[in-house]
């Protein structure tokens, strides 16, 4: 009878280490698959490069649906833009498709880059106060550079994957 009681309690003791194992291990396999598909996620927007000229910046890019959707688009081709001066403050051109706005009231800083009126790029040399839907901010160029960079004339920018 106590072989019996204790090849049960065995047996139960067992049964319930596996479960927490396996339970373990689902939510391990759960939090690998979620880092996997925010990393891929990331991964999208993260590998689009931005060139202004020739020259290659450094580029934050938001986490939102416009860059998500540039991002797509990068994917297929490579994006030229040209863009012109305005208001010496900042460089506009179209970008040839429209691209998903969230506007929001915004005082722009130098290096930021917005989407204006849904199918318009814009980088700051300067700032402003708008509507616009950020898509990322130039983050290796100080304020004086970037005045330097873009205050000079029109430039033409380039988006692409390496």
Not at 102 to 128: C, H, P, R
Not at 131 to 156: C, H, N, R
Request: glycine residues 8%; hydrophobic residues 40%; aromatic residues 8%.
């Amino acid at each position: 009878m106590i072989k019996k009681v204790i090849t049960v309690t065995l047996i139960l003791a067992f049964a319930l280490f596996a479960a927490g194992c396996g339970a373990t291990e689902q939510a391990e396999g759960q939090n690998t698959e979620q880092a996997i598909s925010e990393s891929e996620t990331q991964g999208e927007t993260t590998e689009m490069k931005l060139f202004i000229g020739e020259e290659k910046v450094t580029v934050d890019w938001e986490n939102n649906d416009a860059v998500a959707a540039l991002s797509e688009e990068v994917q297929k081709q490579t994006i030229t833009i040209d863009m012109s001066m305005y208001d010496d403050f900042e460089q506009v051109g179209e970008l040839g498709m429209s691209l998903p706005a969230d506007d929001e009231q915004i005082t722009t800083k130098a290096g930021d880059i917005m989407l204006y009126a849904g199918n318009n790029i814009v980088i700051f040399y300067g700032s402003n106060s708008w509507s616009y839907t950020p898509l990322g901010k130039i983050t290796d160029k100080s304020p004086e550079e970037m005045a330097e960079f873009l205050g000079q004339g029109d430039v033409t920018i380039t988006i692409n994957q390496e």
